[in-house]
């Protein structure tokens, strides 16, 4: 079985010859990189290209400051502490979300500004819409009892998720890559970033739940497809979907059991059937409401998604009784 | 001119000015703060890679509690140091400051039995979730408070100006927001300036990017008193390649939960320095390494740019990457890790000088201008200390706080600054981009008052810089006027300010006629206790420079001789 790891971001990369070792020793000293940078002002946006020397272990960052020193001049891009600490210099390098400080340069390198966020030049994005969205989670502790005085009592069992939440730098390269995120205004969910950033007290046991549970009904969590595109791009290498968003929504399901109406009624129909019956789900999640879209009923019909008959008499088959060791027992999700 | 008022304007968002800011609002004054960069993001507090443990906290005996403070005073501050202030400090960060930020819910790293992890040794510390990343959960838990406590927080908004009174009282600032180009002042009845311990100054510096000596050029144009302002840190082992990751450092301190620390190797592959077995005493080794690593380059077997190399190859990886950060630079430049080892050079750290402060109130020389953290002279840098300094910034303002009145701005004096902003952005000389000018300057001051310096080279420097004023300012191009995320226009911003400071640095540099820890001179190698156990204090008078010295009270630590060549003093 295939299980999630922290190594998301480094699938297929020995498969495809693609390790650390390889990026860091393809050039030589008097090579050069073609650098095409996605530039954007007022009056619109265009490419334009640079070859840059290559030096010694050269990151994405040290092309650009080479590009703002000798070509360039005017070239905005966002940078602060230049060593993976304070993420404020994300972009898209050949399609992909990377830390400009750590990222090693490619032969041929296209630099774009992160998606879904504004841009304000070049390659410097407004952070607000994400900023006001971790404030609005109020990402912060509330005791439910007095602290007890220095040191607590805390184990890192207790905090083994958290802590992997901790590591986040808020460098919004999760938020670029979902494709949740991308549809925009269409749900309400409110992104890997933020909800790491929530993670890390929401995860902590020392938070009271009703300060949790608050924080919670404001994330739209279960929008979430967890496709591990946020874990994929993550620089801390912070296992987001299995580490973080899914402890959360384990949490919230647990805490408003109203919000995950979805996944309890999917588990429910895969204990009760031993396999996923579209309908039921359909009728679970959406009432009696889901019978005013005949279209879409109608197609579901022709093309056999569904079993009105099937449906109503509750048939079950043969991985009815694995489906509910696995739901209940032991080896079941959290 | 839009004007904002608030009773404290705070420029700075690291450790020291966040902290003055909630405690200020604690107490009902209302504060403000400016941030060049992103609070949580930008600084040195940023980089604490742990956290020391002071007084007898956690179990410490009486000798390690002991050993903390003679660390502090001896290796950190070369005794130049109010002694009776760094005893306070500690008190304060044993009783009120671990309590404190683990309330809040920051979380000092436990092993899965609960016990809190630390680094033994004869001085012991502690880590925020991972060791080298502590600052990261610290100040993203001040940005959180800040956050909650509803403090106005204007981000990536350079301070430009202090501006007075009719008396000389400050009494506002000037900014400039980089995004958007709008200018704006701060009406404030005080100011606290905490812009931080380094700044980007030399060719290698851990200084961030928008680090460029603001605050003390502020100062000084405003007529405060400097101290120690050539008591330059410097990191020894800090990745050499690629430049980017210039303030990357490999921890030379003990490691949590282990016996042992990195250890540095020359270009002979001999070693030369490995904290824990060389001198355990010195927890954050930085100028023990520094001298170490002298005698190589006496020899040879290294360069202060490069040639020499640190790591962990005499460890178990899992001993390593258990508590700490450590092993992903390696990994990252395709390094096998533990087996290699990564080139490393120097790079210049904190400053231990800064603008002179009253510790006791951190009020400046100047009525109105308060301090706290790295850009006071009082002391070299720890997140604590600087911590502590907003504390008591905050003590001293509203003991002052009824004597300190609001006062409409001077029209004029603003108008002035927006005209030497535009007149900046509008810079249409012929030949060079300020970024150009700053990289100049930054290689002036490496290789004349760099690590190794003498007297002839820094009058060498001092005509480099004149120079760049007279030559190189008039002939300052930029090549975008555009008001919206400029860098180009803080850059022209910035170096006026760096060479502000680069003179002063290097005018106090030839004032120290000694060698003491990390500050190297050549003409006169020796520690001389005898003359320079004193303060340099640099005041402006009239157009030009007054030096005076101001002994310190030797009260707990003496360093117990008179004059000895500074190699061989171990501090």
Known sequence: MLTPTSAASRLGQTENRDTLALRNTRFAEDDFIDVSVRRFDESGARSQSFKVPYRKHMRVLDALNWIAENEATDLAFRWICGSKMCGSCALRMNGREVLACWEAVEPKMMIEPLRNLPVIRDLVVDRTPFEEKVARLEPWIERSAPYPGFPEPLSHKQMKDASKALDCIGCMCCYSACPVIGLGDLTDFAGPAPLVQLGQTALDPRNSPEKVKRSLALTGIFNCISCYKCEEACPAAIPIVSRVIEPLKAKTAELIPGMARHSHALRAIIAARGRVDPGALILRVQGLRALANFARIFRLLLRGKINPLKTLLVVKTAATAPARRLLHGKAAAP | ?571
Request: charged share 25%; net charge negative; aromatic share 8%.
């Open chain 2, 1 to 571: 001119m839009h004007v904002l008022s608030t009773d404290v304007a705070i420029i700075g968002g690291g450790a020291a000015g966040c902290y003055a800011a909630l405690n200020l609002h604690r107490r009902g004054i209302k504060p403000l703060i400016i941030c060049k960069g992103l609070v949580g993001k930008s600084g040195a507090s940023l980089f604490a890679g742990n956290l020391v443990i002071s007084g007898q906290a956690l179990g410490n005996s009486e000798t390690q509690a002991r050993n903390t403070a003679e660390f502090l005073i001896k290796y950190h501050n070369q005794f130049l140091i109010d002694q009776k202030w760094a005893r306070r400090c500690g008190e304060w960060i044993e009783k009120v400051y671990y309590p404190e930020l683990e309330e809040l819910g920051l979380y000092f790293r436990r092993d899965d039995e609960g016990n809190m992890v630390t680094s033994p040794g004869a001085i012991r510390s502690i880590a925020a979730n991972v060791q080298g990343n502590s600052g990261v959960p610290f100040m993203d838990l001040r940005r959180k408070q800040i956050l909650r406590a509803g403090i106005p927080l204007l981000e990536e908004t350079v301070a430009t100006a202090l501006l007075r009174n009719r008396d000389g009282d400050i009494r506002g600032v000037f900014c400039l927001n980089i995004m958007t180009g709008e200018t704006f002042a701060v009406q404030a009845r005080a100011v606290v300036l905490a812009t931080g311990y380094s700044d980007r100054l030399h060719k290698r510096s851990t200084g961030t990017r928008e680090m460029s000596a603001d605050g003390i050029a502020m100062a000084w144009r405003a007529g405060a008193t400097l101290v120690n302002m050539e008591m330059q840190w410097w990191h020894t082992n800090d990745i050499a390649d690629p430049p980017t990751w210039q303030r990357m450092q490999v921890y030379p301190n003990p490691m949590l939960g282990s016996e042992k620390s990195a250890r540095m190797v020359n270009s002979a592959g001999e070693e030369f320095f490995n904290q824990q077995q060389d001198d355990p005493l010195a927890f954050g080794p930085y100028t023990v390494q520094l001298k170490a690593l002298a005698k190589q380059v006496h020899a040879g077997k290294a360069r202060y740019d490069g040639g020499y190399f640190a790591g962990f190859d005499h460890c178990d990886p899992a001993e390593v990457e258990q508590y700490t950060t450590y092993a992903k630079a390696y990994r990252q430049l395709g390094l096998q890790f533990p087996q290699q080892l990564v080139e490393t050079a120097v790079t210049s750290h904190y400053r231990q000088g800064g603008i002179d402060v009253d510790t006791a109130t951190m009020r400046s020389s100047v009525p109105g201008l308060y301090i706290a953290g790295g850009v006071g002279g009082h002391s070299n840098g720890l997140i604590g200390l600087a911590t502590y300094d907003g504390k008591v910034v905050a003590d001293g303002i509203e003991a002052d706080f009824t004597g300190l009145k609001g006062e409409p701005l001077s029209e004029s004096e603003m108008e002035a600054e927006q005209r030497r902003l535009d007149r900046l952005r509008n810079s249409s000389g012929a030949r060079v981009s300020p970024v150009q000018i700053k990289e100049k300057l930054r290689g002036i001051m490496w290789d004349k008052v760099g690590v190794e310096k003498d007297a002839a080279g820094m009058q060498s420097a001092l005509e480099d810089i004149e120079q760049i004023r007279l030559d190189l300012l008039p002939d300052m191009a930029i090549a975008n006027r555009t008001l919206v995320a400029n860098y180009e226009w803080l850059d022209a911003i910035d170096v006026i300010n760096m060479i502000d400071a680069c003179e002063l640095i290097t005018h106090s540099s030839l004032q120290r006629k000694e060698s003491r820890g990390p500050f190297f001179r050549r003409d006169f190698p020796a520690t001389d206790n005898t003359k320079w156990l004193a303060a340099n204090v640099l005041q402006k008078s009239g157009n030009s420079l007054r030096f005076e010295q101001r002994p310190y009270d030797l009260p707990f630590f003496q360093p117990g001789f008179e004059i000895r060549d500074n190699l061989e003093v171990a501090w």
